[in-house]
């Protein structure tokens, strides 16, 4: 009895245990280069042979024997070029998921599941098996994998279009791309072009007759800032849209998704520029027109100016950012560096100091507004005019036309002269040095004429005096007071000061002279007699001499 059951135990071994078998028979002996150790090694080494065009090769990575051998070559190359375009269409980045062990995955050594995919209600697992063969075991497709291929394919594969195109266009792949994939792609990027150009062209114009039954001007200026922008929208989803037909590999699709997410992203941000610059035209346009202030428009203007420039700034800080995040390769060194690099993060953030607090100034210059563009300003002891305010700088255009470029901060840490703040009228000495004898009525009088006459372009009409200033030891100093504008003030004075020096010359004794007087002598009581040669000669009368 106990001999009767060892037998049969060795019997059921024999029968239970998978024999070793010569896999692909058909195909004949794989090449060396063929690795089918582990799961993740049968599953690289088909990717790389199929995308290289080598289907041939990439069938030594499938489960071929219930073809007949016979059929096993021609048919192995067709199923692992679908199977390529199954896995690259619709499990592009599972192939990283699988085990590099020999022995596969853990929870079962007989097989590793890379997805499993659905076709209507059935469901179809793709998996890699754990085969026996001669000398050991391999690792390649499952035979109910191969076995749905025809019918994956047909769900997710070309369909009519990889049926009906010459068999030379499945030739040959180019960087990982059969000539059709590169005719569709040329086809795509050439009808990308023009059919953005149609749909632009619609879609402003359909955007300008809705703008056209508003009263605000504001929309059709934006409907024009979209020409440029929405061409670039256009085409990026277009080629998004016509590329998803050509079942590209996955290094073609994340070129492909690279490509179209920088224009999207680039054609976003170039819209927004140009909403900035429409939107702060258009307040600025809309001040102006209903408002007479002239300082309250040009400080607008001045808020307008830098809160655009800190916009803009953010944008392309922003885009630039979401542009460098698409790649892992740059998002991993800046991650790396800003980890590791605690003394280089603290310099940096030393070195960005000065510029963020350039960037502080000028949004605390813009909402405080000691100085606004227009005004007329003395700073570092120059008078100009301030032509340009940004977020770093201020440009102060001199009287003699230099160009006076002064750091934003030093107009909030160090003090200068607004001569156009708090008002637009400003008050203008003019001294003049004069004689005692003088007719102040006289040059007062000659004040207003000048000011009607000459000087009514540049005279506002509100202030025009003479007073003495000071009374000095020979002469009188006179001032004569005059009101204008910031910008014609200092040109006033001078017209001012020429013609009251003509008058005062039309008039010799009201200059400025000198007067010279003669040393009196005691004189002798009347009833006493001088000596003749005690009495003093003669003298002709004192001169007065000018100066």
């Known amino acids: 009895m106990r001999r009767a059951l060892t037998g049969l135990c060795v019997v059921l071994s024999l029968v239970l245990l998978p024999t070793a078998r010569a896999l692909n028979a058909g195909l004949g002996e794989p090449p060396t280069t063929v690795d089918r150790q582990s799961p993740y090694a049968a599953a690289k080494g088909f990717s790389d042979a199929v995308h290289k065009g080598d289907y041939a090769l ?58 499993v995919l659905s076709v209507g209600e059935d469901a179809y697992p793709i998996r890699l098996a754990h085969v026996r063969v001669e000398g050991g075991r391999v690792w390649v497709f499952g035979e109910s994998t191969v076995r749905s291929i025809d019918r994956l394919y047909e769900e997710y594969g070309p369909g009519v279009l990889g049926e009906s195109l010459p068999p030379v266009l499945f030739e040959k792949p180019v960087l990982g791309l059969e000539p059709w994939q590169w005719l569709g792609l040329l086809a795509t990027l050439a009808g990308g072009v023009l059919l953005c150009l149609v749909l632009e062209r619609l879609t402003l114009a359909v955007a300008a007759r809705l703008a056209k ?47 179209v997410t920088t224009l999207i992203i680039i054609s976003v941000a170039w819209f927004i520029l140009r909403f900035l610059r429409v939107t702060a035209q258009f307040v600025q346009e809309s001040v102006t027109k209903d408002s007479k202030d002239a300082g309250r428009a040009r400080g607008l203007h001045t808020q307008l100016v830098v809160l655009r420039s800190v916009f803009e700034a953010a944008t ?109 009228m400003m008050l203008g000495p003019v001294l003049l040095l004069v004689d005692f004898t003088t007719d102040l009525e006289a040059l007062r009088t000659e004040l207003r004429r000048i000011l009607e006459n000459e000087g009514k372009a540049l005279w506002d009409g509100k202030v025009a005096t003479v007073v003495v200033l000071e009374v000095l030891d020979r002469t009188l100093q006179v001032r004569a007071l005059v009101s204008s504008t910031p910008e014609d003030l200092f040109d006033l004075r001078c017209l001012v000061r020429e013609k009251m020096m003509a008058f005062l010359r039309s008039r010799p004794e009201w200059l400025p002279i000198t007067r010279t007087e003669p040393r009196s002598t005691p004189q002798p009581p009347a009833n006493e007699q001088v000596p003749a040669s005690e009495q003093a000669p003669s003298s002709p009368p004192p001169t007065t001499p000018r100066v």
Do not use: C
């Not at 016979?70 to 067709?78: D, L, V």
């Open 316 to 424: 392309y800080l922003i885009a630039a950012a979401l542009l460098l995040m698409q790649f892992e390769t740059v998002r991993n060194v800046g991650v790396s560096l800003l980890a590791s690099a605690g003394i280089a993060g603290l310099v940096i953030g030393l070195a960005a100091q000065k510029s963020i607090s350039s960037l502080l100034a000028g949004i605390q210059l813009s909402i405080t507004q000691p100085i606004r563009i227009g005004d007329t300003v003395i700073v570092e002891n120059e008078w100009g005019t301030v032509e340009e305010i940004t977020l770093t700088y201020v440009v102060v255009k001199v009287w003699d036309e230099r160009r006076l470029v002064i750091p934003i901060a030093q107009f909030l840490d160090k003090p200068f002269q607004n001569w156009s703040k708090g008002g637009r």
């Open 213 to 259: 039954w508003t009263r605000i001007t504001w929309d059709d200026a934006l409907v024009s800032a979209g020409r440029g922008p929405l061409r670039l929208l256009y085409f990026a989803l277009l080629v998004a849209l016509g590329t998803s037909v050509l079942l590209l590999s996955p290094t073609a699709q994340y070129v492909k998704n690279r490509v």
């Open 58 to 115: 990439g069938a030594h990575y499938l489960d071929l024997d219930y073809i007949p051998p016979a059929e096993q070559k021609e048919k192995g190359a067709q199923l692992a070029r679908r199977l390529k375009f199954v896995l690259d269409h619709k499990l592009p980045l599972a192939l990283a998921g699988l085990s590099k062990e020999p022995e596969g995955d853990p929870a079962g050594t007989l097989y590793d599941q890379i997805g």
